[in-house]
Protein backbone atom coordinates (compact mmCIF):
# COMPACT_ATOMS: atom_id res chain seq x y z
CA UNK A 1 0.00 0.00 0.00
CA UNK A 2 1.07 3.82 -0.47
CA UNK A 3 1.17 5.97 1.87
CA UNK A 4 2.55 9.48 1.99
CA UNK A 5 5.68 10.20 3.42
CA UNK A 6 6.72 13.36 5.43
CA UNK A 7 10.41 13.27 6.44
CA UNK A 8 13.53 11.22 6.40
CA UNK A 9 16.46 10.69 9.12
CA UNK A 10 19.67 9.58 7.05
CA UNK A 11 21.68 7.95 9.64
CA UNK A 12 25.06 7.58 7.37
CA UNK A 13 24.94 5.99 3.78
CA UNK A 14 23.24 2.85 4.27
CA UNK A 15 21.13 3.97 6.94
CA UNK A 16 17.79 5.78 6.64
CA UNK A 17 14.38 6.04 8.21
CA UNK A 18 11.47 7.38 6.55
CA UNK A 19 7.76 7.98 8.21
CA UNK A 20 4.31 9.15 7.15
CA UNK A 21 0.33 8.92 6.62
CA UNK A 22 -1.25 5.62 8.20
CA UNK A 23 1.76 5.34 10.88
CA UNK A 24 4.20 4.61 7.81
CA UNK A 25 7.63 3.82 8.89
CA UNK A 26 10.04 2.30 6.48
CA UNK A 27 14.10 2.19 7.05
CA UNK A 28 17.03 0.59 5.37
CA UNK A 29 20.23 -0.50 6.03
CA UNK A 30 21.71 -1.36 2.58
CA UNK A 31 21.39 2.05 1.32
CA UNK A 32 18.22 2.01 0.00
CA UNK A 33 18.62 -1.06 -2.23
CA UNK A 34 15.48 -2.68 0.38
CA UNK A 35 13.53 -1.43 2.78
CA UNK A 36 11.38 -2.81 5.98
CA UNK A 37 7.95 -1.34 5.93
CA UNK A 38 5.73 -1.52 8.84
CA UNK A 39 2.75 0.18 10.92
CA UNK A 40 4.25 1.83 13.61
CA UNK A 41 2.28 0.20 16.14
CA UNK A 42 3.51 1.17 19.90
CA UNK A 43 2.34 0.23 22.92
CA UNK A 44 0.05 1.94 25.50
CA UNK A 45 -0.60 2.17 28.86
CA UNK A 46 -3.25 4.81 28.42
CA UNK A 47 -6.90 3.61 29.07
CA UNK A 48 -8.66 4.71 26.35
CA UNK A 49 -12.36 3.99 24.87
CA UNK A 50 -13.13 2.36 21.76
CA UNK A 51 -13.94 6.01 19.82
CA UNK A 52 -10.82 7.37 21.06
CA UNK A 53 -8.71 3.90 20.21
CA UNK A 54 -10.24 4.35 16.08
CA UNK A 55 -8.39 7.81 16.26
CA UNK A 56 -5.38 6.43 17.87
CA UNK A 57 -5.13 3.85 15.54
CA UNK A 58 -3.21 5.13 12.43
CA UNK A 59 -1.93 8.75 13.47
CA UNK A 60 -0.34 10.70 11.04
CA UNK A 61 3.73 10.76 11.91
CA UNK A 62 4.98 14.08 10.63
CA UNK A 63 8.78 14.07 11.20
CA UNK A 64 11.47 11.22 12.08
CA UNK A 65 15.32 12.60 13.84
CA UNK A 66 17.44 9.72 14.45
CA UNK A 67 20.71 10.94 16.37
CA UNK A 68 22.57 8.48 15.79
CA UNK A 69 22.53 4.83 14.59
CA UNK A 70 20.24 3.20 17.85
CA UNK A 71 18.48 6.38 18.62
CA UNK A 72 15.76 8.16 17.00
CA UNK A 73 12.48 10.46 17.52
CA UNK A 74 9.27 10.64 15.96
CA UNK A 75 6.32 13.08 16.24
CA UNK A 76 2.63 12.95 14.60
CA UNK A 77 -0.67 13.51 15.14
CA UNK A 78 -2.15 13.84 18.83
CA UNK A 79 1.24 14.89 19.86
CA UNK A 80 2.55 11.74 19.81
CA UNK A 81 6.26 11.24 20.43
CA UNK A 82 7.88 7.94 19.98
CA UNK A 83 11.50 6.91 21.00
CA UNK A 84 13.86 3.85 20.07
CA UNK A 85 17.15 3.27 21.19
CA UNK A 86 17.21 0.08 18.95
CA UNK A 87 17.78 1.85 15.47
CA UNK A 88 14.20 2.00 14.72
CA UNK A 89 13.15 -2.11 16.13
CA UNK A 90 11.31 -1.01 19.23
CA UNK A 91 9.70 2.55 19.95
CA UNK A 92 8.21 3.84 23.64
CA UNK A 93 5.92 6.63 23.62
CA UNK A 94 7.07 10.25 25.42
CA UNK A 95 4.32 12.30 24.99
CA UNK A 96 2.27 11.57 28.44
CA UNK A 97 4.59 14.01 29.97
CA UNK A 98 2.89 16.48 27.87
CA UNK A 99 -0.49 16.35 29.68
CA UNK A 100 -1.03 19.37 31.71
CA UNK A 101 -3.16 22.02 32.74
CA UNK A 102 -4.03 23.39 29.30
CA UNK A 103 -4.85 19.63 28.12
CA UNK A 104 -8.19 17.85 28.90
CA UNK A 105 -7.95 14.35 27.70
CA UNK A 106 -4.35 12.97 25.76
CA UNK A 107 -6.85 13.22 22.33
CA UNK A 108 -6.80 16.90 22.72
CA UNK A 109 -3.02 17.18 22.56
CA UNK A 110 -2.00 18.81 19.00
CA UNK A 111 -0.13 16.98 16.82
CA UNK A 112 3.50 17.85 16.16
CA UNK A 113 5.32 19.03 13.20
CA UNK A 114 8.85 19.01 13.81
CA UNK A 115 10.99 17.38 16.33
CA UNK A 116 15.07 18.52 16.30
CA UNK A 117 17.77 18.38 19.23
CA UNK A 118 20.84 19.85 19.92
CA UNK A 119 22.16 17.35 22.26
CA UNK A 120 21.60 14.13 23.72
CA UNK A 121 19.36 16.00 26.10
CA UNK A 122 18.21 19.26 24.79
CA UNK A 123 15.56 18.91 22.21
CA UNK A 124 12.36 21.05 21.05
CA UNK A 125 8.71 19.77 19.08
CA UNK A 126 6.93 22.14 17.50
CA UNK A 127 3.05 21.55 16.09
CA UNK A 128 -0.82 22.57 16.15
CA UNK A 129 -2.14 25.52 17.69
CA UNK A 130 1.10 27.84 18.33
CA UNK A 131 2.60 24.72 20.74
CA UNK A 132 6.18 24.51 21.12
CA UNK A 133 7.26 22.17 23.57
CA UNK A 134 10.55 21.21 25.47
CA UNK A 135 12.50 18.42 26.90
CA UNK A 136 16.22 19.21 28.78
CA UNK A 137 16.27 15.00 29.45
CA UNK A 138 16.22 13.49 26.67
CA UNK A 139 12.35 12.97 26.09
CA UNK A 140 11.42 11.55 29.66
CA UNK A 141 9.84 14.79 30.15
CA UNK A 142 8.03 17.23 27.98
CA UNK A 143 6.57 20.44 28.84
CA UNK A 144 4.48 22.85 26.53
CA UNK A 145 6.60 26.52 26.36
CA UNK A 146 5.18 29.81 26.61
CA UNK A 147 6.20 31.50 23.00
CA UNK A 148 5.24 35.02 24.13
CA UNK A 149 3.12 35.45 20.67
CA UNK A 150 -0.03 36.43 21.84
CA UNK A 151 -3.22 34.82 20.80
CA UNK A 152 -0.96 32.45 18.48
CA UNK A 153 -2.79 29.52 17.47
CA UNK A 154 -1.72 28.76 14.50
CA UNK A 155 0.72 25.83 13.77
CA UNK A 156 3.84 25.83 14.39
CA UNK A 157 5.44 23.52 11.12
CA UNK A 158 9.44 23.19 12.03
CA UNK A 159 11.65 24.23 15.08
CA UNK A 160 15.64 24.50 15.18
CA UNK A 161 17.45 24.24 18.07
CA UNK A 162 21.05 25.09 18.31
CA UNK A 163 24.49 23.62 20.25
CA UNK A 164 24.29 26.25 22.22
CA UNK A 165 20.79 25.99 23.24
CA UNK A 166 19.26 29.05 20.85
CA UNK A 167 15.73 27.76 19.53
CA UNK A 168 13.98 29.34 16.37
CA UNK A 169 10.61 28.27 15.55
CA UNK A 170 8.10 29.56 12.54
CA UNK A 171 4.65 28.91 11.88
CA UNK A 172 1.64 29.22 9.42
CA UNK A 173 1.03 33.16 9.74
CA UNK A 174 4.43 34.14 9.13
CA UNK A 175 5.29 33.80 13.07
CA UNK A 176 8.58 33.60 13.92
CA UNK A 177 9.73 32.97 17.63
CA UNK A 178 13.22 32.78 18.98
CA UNK A 179 14.48 32.03 22.42
CA UNK A 180 18.37 32.11 23.43
CA UNK A 181 19.38 29.16 25.85
CA UNK A 182 17.24 29.11 28.98
CA UNK A 183 15.77 32.43 28.26
CA UNK A 184 11.56 32.50 27.01
CA UNK A 185 10.57 32.75 23.91
CA UNK A 186 10.29 36.41 22.07
CA UNK A 187 9.15 37.96 19.14
Given amino acids: HHAYLFSVSVVDANTAHVIGDKSTYTHTNDGGKTWRTRTLKVA ?23 RDANRGYIVGEFGKIYYTEDGGETFVEQHESLMDDSVVDILDLPTLFDIEFANDQHGIAAGLDGRIAETLDGGKNWDFVPTNAEDFVDPFYSATILGDGTRWVVGASGQVVRADSGVAFAR
Fill in 44 to 66: SAEAIGADQELAFEDPVLYDVEF
